[in-house]
Nanobody, 116 residues
């Protein structure tokens, strides 16, 4: 299984970015998908997870600003990020969890930098 992220970059505070993750496997049978991030010197943390359109989880720090989408037909997992803050600066990793309580498959990561 391959996951390839795109859409990262440099953005000013208050700006927006949309990350996209292309998944090589059949996404419709995957239990969960989403995004983690890791800032320098910090542990990797969950940003957003999606099982269905009505079953999602978000880190408290991004609620109301970020939204995760899953398109099973296109086999993509997107992360819409609005009102970005410097503390959102990190490498963002896409993941899928094919089975409930199963292992994760990871993308290679994409850098997001929020700075003037």
């Amino acid at each position: 299984v391959q996951l390839v992220e795109s859409g990262g970059g440099l953005v000013q505070p208050g700006g927006s970015l949309r990350l996209s993750c292309a998944v090589s496997a059949r996404l419709s049978t995957v239990y969960a998908a989403g995004w983690y991030r890791q800032a320098p010197g910090k542990e990797r943390e969950l940003v957003a997870a999606i099982r269905t359109a009505s079953d999602q989880d978000y880190a408290d720090s991004v609620k109301g600003r970020f939204a995760v989408y899953r398109d099973n037909a296109k086999k993509t997992v997107d992360l819409e990020m609005n009102n970005l803050k410097p503390e959102d600066t990190a490498v963002y990793y896409c993941y899928i969890q094919p089975l409930w309580k199963g292992n994760f498959c990871w993308g290679q990561g994409t850098q997001v930098t929020v700075n003037l």
